[in-house]
């Protein structure tokens, strides 16, 4: 098995290329300052729609375009991937630069992060951490051009917050409170694979987290001077490695584990060889082509009933999380951890029956647990259900029969009207939910 030994070998990129992060930070905050001025400006007249959102591209696939279709698919696999797989899984992305910078099947990677600027309600830490990111893509572009990427790949981390409310709020898996590690490399002149590795931060739900020793560690041997950094502002520091003919993220997976000591992917298990696993990983994803499959074709068949970008991103998470939590009825190698604790029980219930041929008894249980399942992909603020606050622009207050967010019910519910216009409304539960909705 090859041990990877990165002291000495990876830098910070704050000092090797101080300058070209400057640049990022400019072209982010120029970015950043336009939606904000967008947002606060009373728009009279109808704008067009952002042609990167999932919404547009799947009504452009239900009309027949194969490129929309390319994409929904892979955003319907990402998301698929991120739901089923917390911890010990790795991802790869094909990516690919052109004019516009670095795209993911047609779609500026910069797009992204402004769409969840633009369409989610975040709280200040979600938002400054896709700030960061959106930082970072930026980042990615200047060191291609600059010809860092010859030589070098890049290493970033994102780490699970620590806030409360964070946690619930935006469905973190707390069980594991895994560390994403993003490695990007450059395969050819204009394209790139960014490889994403889930490490569990604990090896069990109850136990001390581990991760941030991990990174730390990784830091301070890459140069970083200071003792402490908050866990949000991991993706601020951007590493570079040394290119080889076997560098990948499942290199560094590995030297967290050595960190860690005893784990594997971060979790209590037998250590494997690495690059081996790697390759599982990839065929386990396509294992899931038919899955997958099935959840595009039902988004396309509703892609018509979307009127906000936001009403695309709900239903691919509602129809994800009813035929994962299917498949997992079927599949003993899904964690069904991943479904939240309330519904293991029924899930497992389902699993037995299934397995003695009582069809009608696993269709029931199954059906519980659906009611009962709290599982997401990549931290997504899952929105309430549908309210009536009333149509002028006075707060008010109601009962709502239940919140779908935490399932909490008789919840009361609070409407206020902000923003300069008066067309945004934010929402909030007793029960301690919260969103943000646009007029």
Not at 32 to 51: R, T, W
Not at 237 to 265: C, N, Q, W, Y
């Amino acid at each position: 098995m090859q041990t990877l030994e990165l002291t000495n070998t990876h830098r910070l990129a704050s000092d090797v290329c101080p300058e070209l992060i400057e640049i990022a930070d400019y072209r982010r905050n120029h970015l950043v300052g336009s939606i904000a001025l967008a947002g606060s400006a009373e728009i009279c007249e109808v704008q067009e729609p952002n042609p990167t959102t999932l919404l547009a591209n799947s009504q452009e696939a239900a009309l027949g375009s194969a490129d929309a279709l390319r994409r929904v698919r892979r955003n319907v696999s990402t998301d698929v991937a991120e739901r089923l797989f917390k911890s010990g899984h790795i991802t790869v992305v094909p990516l690919e630069r052109t004019q516009r910078g670095l795209e993911q099947n047609g779609v500026p990677m910069a797009h992204i992060h402004q769409n969840t600027l633009e369409h989610m309600p975040l709280n200040n830490i979600m938002q400054n951490r896709t700030h960061r990111e959106l930082g970072n893509i930026f980042l990615f572009e200047e060191m291609d051009t600059a010809g860092l990427l010859e030589e070098h790949d890049v290493v970033v981390m994102s780490a699970t917050p620590t806030d409360t409310k964070t946690r619930q709020e935006y469905n973190f898996f707390t069980d594991t409170d895994s560390l994403s590690v993003q490695y990007l490399k450059k395969t050819g002149e204009s394209t790139f694979d960014m490889e994403t590795a889930m490490v569990a931060g604990k090896v069990s739900p109850n136990a001390s987290r581990h991760d941030l020793r991990a990174v730390k560690q990784l830091l301070e041997e890459a140069g970083m001077e200071q003792a402490y950094f908050d866990e949000n502002e991991a993706l601020s520091f951007v590493m570079l490695v040394p290119k080889t003919a076997t560098s990948g993220v499942h290199t560094v997976v590995e030297r967290i584990d050595g960190i860690i000591g005893g784990t594997f992917f971060g979790e209590a298990k037998p250590s494997q060889d690495y690059y081996t696993y790697r390759e599982v990983c990839m065929t386990r994803e396509q294992q899931f082509d038919g899955l997958v499959d099935k959840i595009t074709r039902q988004l396309l068949a509703e892609a018509h009933t979307f009127k906000r970008p936001y009403d695309a991103i709900e239903r691919l998470d509602q129809l994800s999380s009813k035929y994962c939590i299917e498949r997992a009825a079927l599949d003993n190698t899904i964690d069904i951890r991943v479904f939240g604790h309330a519904a293991i029980a029924d899930l497992e219930q389902a699993r037995r029956a299934f397995e003695q041929g009582d069809i009608q008894v696993a269709d029931n249980y199954l059906s519980i647990a659906k009611t009962k399942s709290t599982d997401s992909s990549c931290p997504l603020f899952k929105e309430g259900e549908e309210s009536d606050p009333g149509s002028d622009d006075k707060d008010c207050e109601f009962m709502s029969k239940k919140c779908p967010i935490c399932k909490a019910e008789n919840v009361k519910t609070v409407v206020k009207k902000i923003g300069s216009s008066k067309n945004k409304k934010l929402i909030t539960g007793s029960c301690g939910c919260r969103k943000i909705e646009s007029s």
